[in-house]
């Protein structure tokens, strides 16, 4: 069965540090990967996505995110957290069907 | 600027009531999707549309309804037979090979 796993349900991070979210995927063939993010109370907005191309993906807000074949992950990573980076983040797989890991909070404290 | 409008924001629904969600797109999108969203459980799939005059039940489509008949609305009805609505809904479009694009989303609660 097709499957995006977000191992951690919530990741805290102090401003200045840099962050990672995990993900990791088991998708059959040639998989799209994709990160988003979710405010409160709001939808989700595209970050950042990988087809094919060179492994580290780089996206909005100064987010990247690097695609491990061999590990079957899509870390999304950014160098430095700012507080307003706190959210809701979600990585998204799709082959012929769009399939939601469970989402990840990311919490960054001041 | 282009993009996902859904409507209402809040909506409050009786015992026994259907009540519609609408969602329409200035994009030009030729797929459509509705997902609900309860906290712990990320996403959940309830219908989606490739094309207009044409719907897919997606993983939870019982208790749910849509209707495509142009290219830019997808309405949702939640019907009675919906035993649990309380949820966050999402409504998103897409072109293939692209990610998504999400509306603001309507928070429904049973009164």
């Known amino acids: 069965a097709q499957s995006v796993a977000q191992p951690e349900d919530q990741v805290n991070v102090a401003e200045g540090n840099p962050l990672t979210v995990k993900c990791t995927y088991s998708?059959?063939?040639?998989?799209?990967l994709f990160w988003y993010v979710q405010y409160p109370n709001r939808g989700l907005q595209f970050l950042l996505k990988?087809?094919?191309?060179?492994?580290l993906v780089k996206g909005s807000y100064g987010f990247e995110a690097e695609f491990n074949k061999s590990q079957t992950s899509f870390h999304l990573k950014k160098p430095s957290a700012l507080v307003s980076d706190s959210a809701l983040y979600f990585c998204?797989?799709?082959?012929?069907?769009?399939?939601f890991g469970t989402g990840t909070r990311l919490k960054v404290l001041a | 600027d282009g993009g996902i409008t859904q409507s209402p924001k809040y909506l409050f629904r009786k015992e026994g009531q259907n009540v519609t969600l609408s969602c329409e797109q200035n994009?030009?999108?030729?797929?459509m999707y509705w997902y609900r969203q309860d906290p712990g459980q990320g996403l959940r799939l309830i219908y989606y549309?490739?094309?207009?005059?044409?719907?897919q039940k997606g993983d939870i489509a019982e208790g749910y309804s849509v209707s495509r008949e142009k290219k830019e609305s997808f309405p949702l009805t939640v019907t009675s037979a919906q035993k649990n609505p309380t949820a966050f809904y999402l409504c998103?479009?897409?072109?293939?090979?692209?990610?998504?694009?999400f509306g603001s989303g309507t928070r429904l609660t049973v009164v």
């Open positions: 998103a479009s897409s072109i293939p090979g692209a990610g998504y694009t």
């Open positions: 998708v059959s063939g040639n998989p799209y």
């Open positions: 990988y087809i094919t191309g060179d492994n």
């Open positions: 998204a797989g799709r082959t012929y069907k769009y399939i």
């Open positions: 994009l030009n999108h030729d797929a």
């Open positions: 549309s490739q094309i207009v005059n044409d719907f």
